[in-house]
């Protein structure tokens, strides 16, 4: 990122702002925004959007080309803007701070939020920008679309997660989900530090911890379908399971195959790390018999 997400924020005007806006609305139309359909949503005079376009080109916010015709389109930094100033209108952020994690397609953001000023994270979803293909293929949200775009990729992977926050919160051990714009969350920050980088004096309580609100997301008809040591936060509490973009619905096809997964990827780890052995297919087996019975 050419600067600081707050800094970068704090120097962008409300026209350019509508300006990005304008951009982002006709991507879903053009490959590259003409100049002329940018005038024609701000309803600004041709001159002074060339010299906002300008500013945020210096900004590293908008890419152009000049052929075959002179047109814009935004970069993630400027969807990340666009979903931040929504935010900070609705009152949802009060400020911004460092990030505190990157993954392969998110980055977050320490932030406060509320009256309160509560101590809240912003997730930017990344979907696409490393290997878009790769996320066609991985993608159930994304589905049989075949021109959709990074931006709409990203939005949906971020709606995809909010709406499982808010399905599985509170009864599962899952960061509170407030609010949600284009292809940002903020959540309530995830409790403890990641099991991958974690030392369990009590390593079989925790398993049961994890396999308990596993089997709860199943029950509301939930399935992670990515769980690993890397997305699973202990604290003295029990956990947090976190990054619920790819779940998949308990009617799925292939819920046994996904489910199995999940857990055989939880319990290869404490095989591995604590020496505790379990059936992954027996336990799976009994997840999903459980709650048919019930």
Known sequence: MPESIP???????????????????????????????????????????????SNLAHKKLIQRTF????????????????ALNAFVKRG???????????GKESVV?????????????IKFHREGKTSFKHVKRNREHIGE??????????????????RALKILYPQVSVPEPIDQNRNAIVMSVARGKEL???????????????????????????????????????????????????YVLSSNANAYELLFRDIDNVLTYFKRKYRIVRDSGEVTGNMMGSCQEE
């Open 92 to 102: 949802t952020i009060n400020a911004i701070g460092d990030v505190i994690g990157v």
């Open 145 to 162: 679309r075949k021109h959709i775009s990074w931006i709409y990729a990203s939005r949906l992977a971020a709606e995809r997660e909010y």
């Open 67 to 82: 052929h075959p015709y002179e047109g814009y389109r935004i970069y993630y930094e400027a969807y990340d803007m666009l």
């Open 7 to 53: 800094d970068l924020f704090l120097n962008i005007k409300n026209r350019e702002f509508r300006v990005l806006v304008a951009i982002e609305n006709k991507m879903s139309s053009f490959q590259w925004v003409p100049v002329e359909e940018i005038a024609g949503f701000t309803k600004y005079n041709p001159g002074e959007v060339s010299f906002i376009l």
């Open 109 to 121: 953001y320490d932030a406060t939020g509320g009256i309160t000023e509560r101590r809240v994270v």
């Open 196 to 246: 991958i980088h974690s030392v369990l004096d009590e390593p079989e309580w925790f398993l049961d911890e994890i396999l308990g609100n596993v089997k709860k997301a199943y029950d509301l008809g939930i399935i992670h379908a990515d769980l690993s040591e890397f997305n699973i936060f202990v604290n003295h509490q029990g956990c947090e399971l976190i990054d619920w973009p790819q």
